[in-house]
Structure formats: C-alpha cells, structure tokens
C-alpha cells in the first residue's frame, strides 16, 4: 500500500502562486499525478509525470501556468501552480500507480491507484 501525502494548499488572490507537495511512501517507477475536484464537478486530471521521467501532461486550462516537478531523493512530487485564477479552487489530490514504462501512464482516475487526502487550494478575484 502506497502512502500519499499532500501539503501547501491554502488562499490566495487571483494572480498568486501556490506550490503543492506530495511525499509519496514508495516512489520507484511510477506514474505521479494531480487530480483536482471542484464542488459539484467530477475529478479531473491536472498534471502527470513519471517518477525520474519527468512531466507526461498537462490539461489545457493548466498549460503554461502550472508546473509539475519531483524530487527523487525526497520522494516528492511538486505541483507548482503560478497565475492561479478563481476557475483553479478546488481540492487538490495526489495519485500515484505503479508502472515498468513511462508509455503506460494514463490521464484518467481510473487510470491510478493510490490516493492521497487531498488539500484545498481556493482563489480568491
């Protein structure tokens, strides 16, 4: 069982930047993502990358603003999230699934296994 945990969530203004870590228990030769869900909105795929592989996507509402990074040594996922707007509040969760090959990450929630609790990043105009 792989253990997920999320921090750096919090408020800030529209225009801000927040960054988002996820200390994963077991690391090697996985797909990383960050998922978020809005009240009343169906969990959506914001970033995924593979662990020592680097980012694989990013949704198009994301692109050029948010970051996805990792810290092997940590076993740490990072979500850097910069220009942050109203549209970006929600709670933030990180996955993770064990994969031999980079090729094998998918973009979906079905597509992982492990979950963590989720933090809440909200966006104030």
């Known amino acids: 069982q792989v253990q997920l945990v999320e921090s750096g969530g919090g408020s800030v203004q529209a225009g801000g930047s927040l960054r988002l870590s996820c200390a994963a228990s077991?690391?090697?030769?996985?797909?990383m993502g960050w998922f978020r869900q809005a009240p009343g909105k169906e969990r959506e795929g914001v970033a995924v990358s593979y662990t020592g592989g680097g980012s694989i996507y990013y949704a198009d509402s994301v692109k050029g603003r948010f970051t996805i990074s990792q810290d092997n040594a940590k076993n740490t996922v990072y979500l850097q999230m910069n220009s942050l707007k109203p549209e970006d509040t929600a709670m933030y969760y990180c996955?993770?699934?064990?994969?031999?090959?980079?090729?094998?990450?998918?973009?979906?929630?079905?597509?992982?296994?492990?979950w963590g609790q989720g933090t809440q990043v909200t966006v104030s105009s």
């Open positions: 996955a993770s699934v064990r994969k031999l090959f980079r090729t094998q990450c998918g973009t979906d929630v079905s597509d992982f296994r492990y």
């Open positions: 077991e690391y090697s030769r996985s797909c």
